[in-house]
């Protein structure tokens, strides 16, 4: 039984520009799949069996951790083989998994952008709740326009869970989340800017997108790779003399 509507993506390259090094990096990716909607309050609540008070509007004040076992309950939900795995907090992403799963932050602008290369894909009133629309919480998922893979709501109403390190040299495991939320101001809601946060902490403006896709090898995927995440000074990697994790 399907409960998420999700959408197909081609294979496709993404610049991503690094702020705080001036680094542009291409990212070559394989197809995968991407939810359409940010996941619900009533889907959260279907799987989990808890309640919904509000069933359309996206789940959020989720940690980090909570998304990513959510996307194991929700492979099982559907008969699928879990994408993660748990050594106490150390958690594994099996690659080549076709469970559910959070979207690489290069999966996720890839999708976001959607061919576009300007801060949005459209004009902000028409495509996301932000601090514009005056409203006291997050809204309906699917009342603003899509962008052109079919996607609603990437930008603005809540910031969206990615599987990445943040930034291992300064923050250590803090995850990255991206897109903006309802009460964003307009710069920070755009395709490039990227926040995270600890992966116990939850924010009442963070919530997640389901992706989904298996890939040939381990410990890479996607523009993401373990050995990456070391070498930058996260999972136990060396850091910069000096320069300690934000706890």
């Not at 990096?25 to 619900?40: M, N, R, S, Y």
Request: overall charge negative.
């Amino acid at each position: 039984m399907e409960l998420w509507e999700m959408r197909a993506l081609p294979g496709g390259v993404v610049t991503r520009h690094g702020a705080r090094r001036g680094e542009q990096t291409t990212v070559q990716l394989e197809p995968f799949e991407i939810g359409a909607f940010a996941v619900t309050e009533g889907q959260f609540a279907e799987v989990l069996g808890i309640a919904a008070q509000h069933p359309r509007r996206p789940a959020r004040d989720l940690s980090w951790f909570r998304a990513i076992r959510f996307c194991n309950a929700a492979s099982e939900w559907e008969g699928l083989d879990p994408a993660y795995s748990f050594d106490g907090e150390d958690v594994t992403w099996h690659v080549d998994s076709d469970g559910y799963r959070l979207p690489t932050e290069a999966e996720w602008e890839y999708a976001c952008r959607a061919g576009s290369v300007g801060p949005q894909y459209g004009p902000l009133d028409e495509i996301a709740w932000s601090s514009r629309d005056a409203v006291g919480a997050p809204q309906d998922v699917g009342l603003k326009l899509p962008n052109l893979n079919g996607l609603f709501d990437t930008l603005g109403n809540v910031w969206e869970w990615c599987w990445d390190l943040l930034d291992p040299e300064l923050h250590d495991d803090h995850r990255v989340f991206r897109g903006g939320c309802f009460t964003d101001d307009t710069w920070s809601v755009r395709a490039s800017v990227r926040r995270g946060g600890a992966p116990r902490t939850h924010h009442d403006d963070v919530g997640m997108r389901l992706a989904r896709g298996g890939f040939d090898g381990s410990d890479a995927a996607q523009g993401w790779s373990a050995r990456a995440d070391v070498e930058r000074g996260g999972r136990g990697g060396s850091r910069p003399f000096g320069r300690a994790p934000r706890r």
